[in-house]
């Protein structure tokens, strides 16, 4: 203890440097270590290394010298200097801090305390808070990259995009709202509000769903989805379609957006298109109906619906309209739904008025496709038309009856007789030919039936057109329809070229069908259709043609037995009856014999004209010609040739003159086997009364052979 602290007594002073934190060291002015009290363990080392040593000597150079420095300005000035420094004691780094003060002018008191610990936790400290200053630039880095991507992300959006802030203010926008709304960027964030955009009708809408979005009590009262509208730049209203979520915990909304304007339009569009169709259809005044392939009735306008006595709609449509279990005869669904438009003027057998049917197919969104029939009735424009034709066919029928009674009807154009059963075939040829409605001709073969198509197709208003004859029994039965209807090359083996049917041929004109109850019912159909107005297709092909033609049938044959049979239609049947002319056969009309000799005589060559003695005539009266008109031209010709009268059964008279044979040599090998079958088949035919069947059995070939041959020959 120094003398200093003497008069507070020893024990007290020792109390004192006790209580004091520090170790107390006294140093000369000769940096000599004078004592050292105090906490003294706390410099680790007794301080029996330092006591009387100079500082120079014990502590390390660098140390020693700031050391002196610090002791050297606190004798110099007198006032407290302090120091801070480390040493390493037993390979521990501690560190000391010292106050230095001069208690006389020969010693100085060092306060030094321990402040390794300290000093370690202060290291410590920084060291933590290096650590964290480097977690947190390293967080914020990974977060300010992690919003740069969501920046960008919803820049670069391609729906137009906002952030909305809690008082409606938009935070950010991306280009594409700009685009949407033709504002700026700049214009909108943080200066426009939501609501400025949206339409007023829908302004209250949109707030009380924002609210709602951002209440805990009513987060469900707003759609994650709606639509509203909104006004651009351009005074423009644009429907949207907008999605909203909440930013967590920021109050924050974004909405993205896709535009349904468009899509709006459109709809719009279709709906008023919708009621200008409905409006359209209702307004006109025929019957409108779609069916589907099944026949089933999808639509039926309200004039249809009213004229039938209720909505068909869903039901099948030949039973609901039609009352058929069938489909129509004169449908044309079929060719619609394979994609052709089909136009025809029809009589209803219903209520027997006319109409015209306008068929167009309808191609449905799913591809399927409907039959749209559109009818007009035309029954008033038909009277009219018919009136009109009435009276000009009046004039006409006039007009022919003035001719005819000219010449005393012994004859009507070409065909000969004057007896009253033609008088009366006449009087109907008239009246079948001021209209244009379908014939039948019935007669036995050779009773002039052609002959009389032909003169009542000249007579007619068709004249200008084709006269068609098909001989319907002598064409073979396979090549039927597409002698009818044409066909498309390559349809069949041998259709080398798109070939034209008959039906072609005879358009505007008159399709004459001789043997009509050859056809088979099959084809009947079909040509019932094209008598229709349906239209027909050529073999091979699926297009559908038309074709206006008139119908004169001719047949030998009882067509009613053939109806009952089963082996004629009678829808068909009753098509083509409709003007029937009977050509009586020659030997009921034996009195026009001598005018159809005349007739023919005046035909041939006049030099070999022979005289018809009474003997020869009334060998020509008493034979009742089974092969008629056409066995008599035969029998006169042959007469003329070889002064021969050969009647079947009869004698010949007068004898054949031998020389006469001769003086026809054959030109050719053809002429003279063709000259030879017309004699051989003549002579058959005479034989057989013209009974062809059985002519054709002995002859040994087939009817339609005989047929063909006998029209070759001109039999
Ligand atoms: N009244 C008549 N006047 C003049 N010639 C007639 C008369 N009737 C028939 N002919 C003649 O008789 C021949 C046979 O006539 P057409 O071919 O018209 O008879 P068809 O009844 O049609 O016979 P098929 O049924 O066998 O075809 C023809 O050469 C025709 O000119």
Redesign the pocket.
């Known amino acids: 203890m120094t003398q200093a602290h003497e008069g507070l007594g020893i024990a007290s002073c020792r109390a004192i440097v006790d209580a004091i934190p520090d170790m107390i060291i006294r140093i000369g002015k000769d940096h000599v270590f004078r004592s050292f009290e105090g906490k003294v363990n706390e410099l680790y080392r007794p301080e029996v290394d330092y006591l009387g040593k100079r500082i120079e000597d014990v502590l390390p150079g660098a140390t020693a010298i700031r050391f002196v420095d610090t002791l050297e300005s606190a004798f110099r000035t007198g006032q407290v200097h302090s120091i801070d420094y480390s040493l390493t004691l037993q390979q521990t780094l501690c560190f000391y801090e010292a106050r230095l003060v001069r208690s006389s002018d020969d010693e100085v008191i060092a306060f030094v305390r321990n402040v390794t610990r300290e000093k370690e936790t202060e290291e410590q400290f920084h060291e933590y808070q290096f650590h964290l200053e480097h977690q947190m630039a390293m967080r914020s880095a990974d977060l300010s990259a992690a919003e740069n991507r969501y920046r960008n992300i919803f820049r670069h959006s391609g729906a137009p995009s906002i952030i909305v802030e809690q008082d409606f203010t938009i935070s950010m926008a991306n280009p594409k709202f700009e685009e949407l709304t033709g504002f700026d960027c700049r214009e909108i964030e943080k200066r426009m509000k939501w609501t400025d955009f949206i339409y007023p009708e829908d302004r209250q809408m949109v707030i009380r769903y924002h609210f709602a979005r951002r209440s805990d009590a009513d987060e469900h009262g707003a759609p994650a989805e709606y639509e509203c509208r909104i006004i651009d730049r351009n005074q423009s209203l644009r429907t949207i379609f907008i999605k909203v979520g909440m930013l967590s915990e920021t109050g924050r909304s974004i909405a993205s957006i896709i535009d349904i304007t468009s899509l709006k339009n459109t709809e719009q569009e279709l709906r008023d298109r919708e009621t200008l169709y409905s409006a359209i259809l209702e307004g006109y005044e025929g019957f409108v109906y779609f069916i589907d392939r099944n026949y089933r009735i999808r639509f039926m306008n309200e004039n249809l619906i009213h004229n039938t006595g209720g909505d068909a709609t869903g039901k099948i449509c030949h039973e609901a309209l039609h009352n058929r279990s069938a489909p129509c005869l004169w449908c044309v669904a079929e060719q619609v739904f394979e994609g052709n438009r089909v136009r025809f003027e029809m009589k209803n057998p219903n209520d027997k008025k006319w109409y015209y049917s306008i068929n167009v197919p309808v191609r449905m969104s799913d591809q399927s496709v409907f039959c749209q029939a559109m009818i007009t009735d035309i029954d008033e424009r038909k009277r009219m038309e018919e009136a009109l034709r009435d009276s000009e066919a009046h004039l006409r029928e006039e007009n022919i009856r003035l001719r005819t009674s000219i010449e005393e009807r012994e004859?009507f154009g070409?065909?000969?007789?004057k007896s009253p059963a033609?008088q009366e075939v006449y009087e109907l040829m008239l009246m079948a030919a001021a209209s244009d409605t379908n014939i039948i001709l019935y007669?036995?073969?050779?009773?002039?039936?052609?002959?009389?198509a032909r003169a009542i197709h000249a007579m007619s208003s068709r004249q200008g057109s084709n006269f068609v004859p098909v001989?319907c029994g002598a064409i073979p039965e396979n090549l039927l329809e597409s002698e009818f209807f044409g066909h498309k090359k390559g349809a069949f083996t041998g259709a080398g070229a798109d070939t034209k049917g008959l039906l072609d041929e005879a358009d505007h004109g008159c399709l004459f069908l001789?043997?009509i109850g050859e056809i088979k019912p099959g084809l009947q159909v079909k040509l019932l259709r094209a008598i229709e107005g349906g239209g027909y297709t050529p073999v091979g092909s699926r297009r559908v043609i038309q074709s206006d033609f008139r119908i004169i049938a001719?047949t030998?044959r009882n067509l009613t037995e053939r109806v009952r049979a089963g082996r004629m239609r009678s829808d068909f049947f009753y098509r083509v009856h409709v003007i029937p002319i009977h050509?009586p056969p020659l030997r009921k009309r034996k009195e026009?014999i001598p005018l159809?000799a005349e007739?023919?005589f005046k035909a041939y060559d006049r030099k070999i004209r022979p005289t018809l003695t009474s003997r020869i005539m009334e060998a020509l009266m008493n034979y009742d010609w089974p092969g008629?008109?056409?066995e008599l031209?035969n029998v006169l010709y042959r007469f003329v040739t070889l002064q021969r009268l050969d009647l079947a059964g009869d004698a010949a008279l007068p004898a054949p003159d031998p020389s006469v044979e001769a003086t026809f040599p054959a030109a050719s090998l053809p002429d003279a086997v063709a000259s030879f079958e017309k004699r051989q088949i003549s002579a058959a035919l005479a034989q057989h009364r013209w009974n062809r069947t059985r002519t054709a059995k002995a002859l040994g070939i087939g009817l339609r052979t005989l047929q063909r041959k006998?029209k070759a020959h001109?039999l």
């Open positions: 004859r070409d065909i000969v007789g033609m007669g036995e073969s050779g009773t002039g039936k052609e002959l009389v001989n001789d043997e001719a030998s050509l026009d159809l007739h023919f008629n008109v056409r031209q006998m001109q």
